[in-house]
């Protein structure tokens, strides 16, 4: 394990308590190039975001005295960067759980090695799109109904000044439908800007993303008039965007 003051590489929190396992993923993801660091519970976890910076975390549902849901509902109120789940529970309810509560993905045991840094990469390259835009777009913030969404900052404001709090996830999906007004992204379009890879046939992560964004942005989610559905095609942002002042 490397010191994370030591290099500038992506810093990857592997939350394990499995040791063999934690061991292989850190030896991977190191020969790979990445800094990791190890934690075995949720209070190690919670330690090492407030004490360096964590660019990933990679969480197993299944750890000692913690729910790993539980764990996930922490980071996402500490910290608020991107979580994959990496777990043996494979069936539909704990994946939709997961998303629900604001995971980016969700990589069910056993895995290919491969397949799990193509995951870290996804969601790191999407760190890294949204610093570029930043950096060489017009503005660093957007007006989005009566919304303001700050790039820089990765903050999304209600008019009253009080922040809407959203995932990494979250934040990623309504920046992608915010760049095209107007415009109807499928499924497919928007799970490969946010996650690297095509929808499957029974991938929900995209609905379940929307249902939770619509919760927190809908005056009345049930019949939301900012992001609309359109059937059997996908997602289309219905409200007024404009640069930010």
């Known amino acids: ?49 407030a004490q360096s910076r964590v660019d990933v975390a990679l969480l197993d549902l299944g750890l000692p005295g913690e729910d790993g849901l539980s764990i996930l509902r922490k980071l996402q109120t500490q910290w608020g960067g991107p979580v994959i789940i990496v777990s043996g529970r494979g069936d539909a309810v704990d994946r939709i759980v997961g998303l629900e509560l604001g995971a980016d993905d969700y990589v069910t045991k056993p895995f290919d090695f491969r397949e799990l840094l193509a995951r870290v990469r996804s969601v ?32 999304l404001v209600r008019a009253d000044g009080v ?28 799970m490969q800007a946010l996650h690297g890879h095509d929808a499957g046939p029974y991938d929900r992560s995209i609905d379940v993303q929307i249902g939770r964004l619509r919760r927190k942005i809908e005056a009345d989610p049930e019949n939301p008039r900012i992001i609309k559905s359109v059937r059997g095609v996908g997602y289309v942002l219905t409200a007024p965007v404009a640069p930010a002042s």
């Open 163 to 190: 922040d809407i709090p959203l995932s990494s996830g979250e934040f990623d999906l309504l920046s992608a439908l915010a760049e095209k007004p107007g415009h109807v992204f499928s499924r497919d379009v928007l």
């Open 1 to 49: 394990m490397q010191d994370p003051a030591a290099t500038p590489s992506p810093h990857v929190l592997v939350i394990e308590d499995d040791r063999d396992v934690a061991a292989l993923v850190d030896r991977y993801l190191t020969t790979q190039g990445l800094l990791v660091t190890l934690a075995g519970n949720g209070s190690e976890a919670l330690m090492a975001v």
């Open 124 to 155: 790191l390259r999407r760190a890294d799109r949204t610093t570029s835009k930043v950096l060489v777009g017009a503005g660093n913030a957007l007006r989005i109904d009566k919304m303001r969404l700050e790039r820089d900052t990765r903050r």
